[in-house]
């Protein structure tokens, strides 16, 4: 994962809640097997409908609930690989969150309030060190878990660092913990 | 102090802070191809085969094709291929294209028993919430988790707040536990459950069979929840004795879950409470989950809308949707009906639909298909003669998979088509492009595939 602190440049505003995965990245695309190419499916159906042009400025500002329905991580490749760097929004589905915090693709939670003075700004920058977004004419804090903002600054890849407790899982799997639930190999 | 049953399986799990152990791990076609890759490329070896087993749902045709070398659309055989390799090579127990034991990922892990109380689950689904319905922790992941979970048998996941909803009374006659969950989201709203685990609680919970009690837990995440999770108790260990994987010793596991459900006295982040008497019949009218309405209703006024946002959303959803304000849901006509999904596609679902049907034939102006949710369900239906039922009535019985819930498979709608439709998701374009869908139960499925317009299946005789 490449690390990630500084967003600064131009806002692409999609005004519309509950933007679901479905419409991020519809199915047709979820056949392919590799992790790239999904950039030019984004907002498949609503960009050749003609019902929202985006330009690929690193910072897109939507509404509540962003990113909502099926878990495809497909949906955060197609945003990042389309040229988005991070999303505003004043809510994001639990599972787009995460993956997006695997992907280094900055979600950042704001009022909704806040989110429109962004959109209208045009331009903004993201300081995920210091947790604000600024803006001509404002500023705003925002709230991030300390050990994902630790992760996302320094691009660490989260299997290398579980791994290095490997005696931890070893131990709970010696112990009462590894012995829960179904052998799927014998059935 | 006293515990939520959140509580005492988060707690039995954690490795360390917030890295929790991963029992079992379900995967399919769609999510995993990338993991396993991953996997390759960094040399990793799945750690636990045996905590994890693979089906192929998705992508599946449900026409009767019998092994994946035979899907004639070639992304999809190379998908449902490409499983079925990754899973060899790493070891995994694979039901694909013609096992006898195939079938929707949320739907094979209760009828084999691998679902259990008191288990952490996870699946590339967000449906994963579904096992919750047993007392399990079970949740949806990304393709990078997945990796992760092969990897590891573990997850980093931030402590998640908890929420216990609390119905009072009975659903009445009619009514269903897909019912009450659609209630609940059109209450709550769409992010209403986001950040929380919740509990399902309360005597009409307790009197849902496992089916029905999966059902609500299904659509948690429709709601935004992390996981849905019931107590387990006689209704769950009925369910599961005599399954495949269930413990050898099944009675001193039934005496060991016994002690998950939560303690008297345990706090909840936040608790709701709902009359599940006064709940009806529902229908959705719009593009999400929580743009529901009573199926004695009408359409609502988007200039009734407490915010701008909402009435932007419900003008929206309408024009997509082809409806307008203040016609009766009663009125609306859908041309195809879909019955399946992880949601409502298990036997009890199929048994209620036949059972409506007495002997009548499905309206001229509807397509309408049964999907049942694996294989095994599909062979006890066929045993019981539901197929038949089904088939004289002008429905299409067809093979398994997760078919026209998503739409990945050759079974669409096309653009315009209305849908009642028993699946989750009413998104724009889910069942195909330009495809309408409203959610209902099995139930009013099949009425409104009788009459040609949803009915209120509670004067439906």
Redesign the interface.
């Given at each position: 994962m490449e690390a990630i602190n500084v967003i600064e440049g131009e806002v692409s505003v999609l005004d519309r809640s509950d933007v679901d995965t479905d419409q991020i990245i519809p199915k047709q695309f979820l056949k392919r097997v590799e992790r790239t190419g999904y950039g030019e499916f984004l907002f498949y159906d609503w960009i050749r409908d003609g019902e929202v042009e985006l330009e690929p400025h690193p910072i897109l500002v939507s509404g509540r609930n962003f990113g909502s329905g099926s878990s495809r991580e497909h949906a955060v490749w197609a945003l990042h690989q389309f040229g988005f760097q991070t999303v505003i929004a004043p809510s994001f589905s639990d599972i787009f969150y995460s993956n997006s915090t695997k992907n280094g693709f900055l979600p950042v939670v704001l009022p909704e309030e806040t989110c429109r003075e962004i959109a209208t700004a045009g331009q903004a920058r993201v300081d995920l060190e210091n947790q604000t977004v600024s803006w001509d004419g404002g500023e705003a804090s925002f709230e991030i878990d300390a050990e994902i903002k630790r992760r996302l600054l320094g691009g660490l890849d989260d299997i290398a660092l579980t791994l290095q407790s490997e005696d931890a899982i070893e131990a709970f799997e010696a112990g009462p913990g590894g012995t829960y639930g179904p052998v799927t190999t014998s059935l | 102090m006293p515990k939520t049953m959140f509580d005492k399986i988060w707690e039995?799990?954690e490795?360390?802070e917030?890295?929790l152990?991963i029992?079992?791990h379900l995967v399919h076609e769609?999510?995993s191809?990338?993991a396993f890759?991953g996997l390759r490329m960094?040399g990793?070896k799945l750690r636990r085969?045996?905590?994890?087993?693979a089906t192929a749902d998705?992508?599946v045709p449900t026409d009767g094709t019998p092994t994946a070398a035979l899907i004639k659309?070639a992304?999809?055989r190379?998908?449902v291929e490409?499983l079925e390799k990754n899973a060899a090579d790493f070891?995994?127990?694979v039901y694909s294209l013609g096992s006898e034991t195939q079938g929707i990922v949320h739907v094979i892990g209760p009828e084999?028993?691998?679902t259990?109380p008191?288990?952490?689950i996870v699946c590339?689904?967000?449906h994963t919430s579904t096992h919750g319905a047993f007392g399990a922790l079970a949740f949806?992941?990304?393709?990078?988790?997945v990796?992760?979970v092969m990897?590891?048998?573990?997850l980093?996941q931030?402590h998640?707040k908890t929420m216990r909803i609390n119905y009072t009374g009975r659903l009445g006659e009619g009514v269903t536990s897909k019912d009450l969950i659609l209630a609940t989201i059109g209450k709550l709203g769409?992010?209403g459950m986001?950040?929380y685990v919740v509990e399902y609680a309360g005597e009409a919970i307790e009197a849902l069979t496992m089916e029905q009690r999966m059902t609500v837990c299904n659509m948690t995440?429709?709601g935004?929840g992390?996981a849905g999770m019931i107590a387990p108790d006689e209704i769950t260990f009925e369910y599961m004795r005599g399954k495949?994987?269930?413990?050898e010793d099944f009675e001193a596991a039934v005496e060991r879950w016994k002690q998950l459900p939560t303690d008297e006295g345990a706090s909840f982040d936040t608790e709701v409470e709902i009359d599940a008497s006064a709940i009806s019949p529902m229908v959705t009218w719009g593009?999400?989950p929580g743009m529901v309405t009573q199926v004695t209703a009408t359409v609502p006024d988007p200039e009734k809308m407490d915010s701008p946002?909402d009435k932007?959303?419900a003008e929206?959803a309408l024009q997509y949707m082809g409806l307008e304000a203040g016609t009766p849901m009663e009125e609306i006509r859908p041309e195809r009906v879909f019955i399946g999904s992880c949601t409502n596609s298990r036997i009890s679902d199929l048994r209620e639909a036949a059972g409506a049907i007495k002997g009548r034939k499905v309206a001229d102006s509807v397509r309408a298909m049964v999907v049942p949710g694996s294989a095994l369900v599909k062979t006890q239906a066929e045993e019981e003669g539901l197929d038949k039922i089904f088939e004289e009535a002008g429905f299409e019985w067809r093979g398994a998979g997760c078919s026209m819930c998503?739409?990945?498979n050759p079974d669409t709608l096309f653009e315009g088509e209305r849908c009642a439709s028993t699946s989750n998701?009413n998104?724009?374009?889910?069942q195909g492009?330009g495809g309408r869908t409203h959610l209902v139960s099995p139930t009013m499925a099949t009425a409104a595939a009788i009459e040609g317009h949803f009915v209120d299946i509670r004067n439906w005789s």
């Open positions: - | 039995a799990h490795v360390k917030n890295l152990y029992d079992l769609v999510t191809p990338q890759e960094s990793r085969p045996d905590k994890t087993v998705h992508n659309d992304l999809s190379k998908q490409t070891g995994v127990p084999l028993g691998l259990q008191g288990m952490t590339g689904d967000s949806g992941i990304g393709t990078s988790e990796e992760h990897a590891t048998q573990t980093n931030p998640p769409t992010s986001t950040g995440i429709e935004g992390k495949a994987g269930v413990p593009t999400t946002a932007e959303a929206r998503l739409g990945m998701r998104f724009e374009g889910r492009k």
